[in-house]
């Protein structure tokens, strides 16, 4: 059984900053590859990253490469999404979620992860 804590959500400006963190339970993190997905006001919950249990590989969704970077360190249980230049459209509570196995690979799919967080509000103003 996994156990993950965000933080770090919270208000930005339009062109800000903001990092999230994932707090993980459990002696074998880096047996698990993980993710971050996003669901805004009225819509299905997306994709956003993953990472691989080494931290050497990673998948971003279209709409965030170039401006978002997952990462994470193993020896603190933690997966971190670094979000940069941020736009409005980026505002929607953010989930962090493990899966039981290190690959990457299908990393986009949610059912692809057996478990989730509580979730973070980002929340960018225009």
């Known amino acids: 059984q996994v156990q ?6 919270g208000l930005a400006q339009a062109g800000g900053s903001l990092r999230l963190s994932c707090a ?4 074998t993190f880096s047996h698990h590859a993980m993710g971050w997905f996003r669901q805004a006001p ?3 919950r997306v994709f956003v990253a993953t990472i691989s249990g080494s931290g050497g590989t990673t998948y971003y ?3 965030v490469k170039g401006r978002f970077t997952i990462s994470r360190d ?5 997966v971190y999404l670094q979000m940069n230049s941020l736009k409005p459209e980026d505002t929607a509570v953010y989930y962090c979620a493990a899966r039981s196995t290190a690959w990457a690979g299908t990393g986009h799919l949610d059912a692809a992860y057996d478990y989730w967080g509580q979730g973070t509000q980002v929340t960018v103003s225009s």
């Open 74 to 78: 193993n020896a603190k249980n933690t």
């Open 4 to 9: 993950l804590v965000e933080s770090g959500g």
């Open 42 to 44: 009225g819509k299905e």
């Open 24 to 27: 993980a339970s459990g002696r």
């Open 61 to 63: 969704a279209d709409s």
